[in-house]
């Protein structure tokens, strides 16, 4: 079911522009290759909302904020407004300071987003169920549990009724709803915890599957987060005794390239709720 949006994909090539952090810039440029789309990085507000209107998907990532790059994200996500493009969010690290605060709100306020992706930690952030005291990083108690997942979906629902946007989080439990129907995806492996950018490249890989598939943005996100916790689990098959972090992303990334529909269909764990 899941592998038709990554054949659309790899049959339409969508340009996805990603204003993103300098970080992991490369890596999500080349998880998108790999997954079939074609990646564009312009942040300068004098040309984002151009190099948008030629894109087919945007993907807005906060993770080095800065007034000037603020400005380039709402050029660029008010152009994809104007013209129906789909555009994603990956709020890094949102509550950590008041400036994250200031950018998340701008965004939220000034443009219409597609879809909303963050870590458990900035995900409670945007609703509102706490501060963000872990950086980058989740919290391990914000994140869903077996335990508390009911409730963590009926939260996570209510933002994305709010926003009227798709809002995921990713962790060891996916989940991915759009305040009527909710997705629980248990794919992945810990080692994508050691290997900076996991949670950049999957906001690229999910502005591509939207950019292929705008029509049908749930579905669309459920599959590039299942795409990412399969390549996880294929990644980790593939790693000999002595090998370590950077090997593994390089796999992760070649899981991404040879993965194919049916690989996707047959691995993936998804229940919905």
Not at 32 to 59: F, K, R, V, W, Y
Not at 86 to 101: E, I, K, N, Q
Not at 102 to 128: D, H, Q, W, Y
Not at 200 to 217: K, N, Q, R, T, V
Request: net charge negative; with cysteine; proline share 4%.
């Amino acid at each position: 079911m899941f592998g038709q949006y990554l054949t659309k994909v790899r049959s339409k090539n969508p340009m996805v522009h990603s204003i993103t952090n300098f970080v992991t810039v490369n890596d999500v440029a080349n998880v998108q290759l790999a997954c079939g789309a074609s990646p564009c990085m312009a942040n300068h507000p004098a040309e984002t909302a151009d190099m948008t209107a030629i894109a087919q998907a945007l993907n807005i990532n906060m993770g080095n904020p800065t007034d000037t790059v603020l400005a380039g994200m709402v050029a660029a996500g008010q152009r994809s407004n104007d013209l129906g493009h789909p555009v994603v969010l990956d709020p890094v690290a949102v509550g950590t300071t008041p400036y994250r605060t200031f950018v998340v709100e701008t965004l939220l306020r000034e443009i219409r987003f597609t879809a909303i992706k963050g870590n458990a930690s900035e995900m409670r952030a945007l609703m509102g169920m706490g501060g963000h005291q872990g950086g980058v990083d989740a919290v391990e108690a914000d994140k869903p549990t077996e335990a508390n997942l009911a409730d963590f979906i009926q939260a996570l629902g209510a933002f994305a009724k709010a926003e009227g946007c798709v809002a995921a989080v990713s962790g060891p439990l996916d989940l991915v709803t759009d305040g009527q129907t909710a997705y629980v995806l248990r794919n992945g492996h810990p080692k994508m915890e050691e290997v900076t950018g996991t949670g950049c490249m999957l906001s690229g890989l999910i502005a591509a599957f939207l950019g292929a598939a705008p029509e049908a943005p749930l579905e669309a996100t459920v599959a590039a987060m299942a795409m990412m916790g399969v390549a996880g689990e294929m990644a980790w098959e593939r790693m000999q005794a002595d090998e370590g972090n950077v090997t593994y992303r390089n796999r992760l990334i070649d899981a991404v390239n040879l993965m194919r529909a049916e690989d996707l269909d047959a691995r993936i764990r998804v229940e919905k709720m």
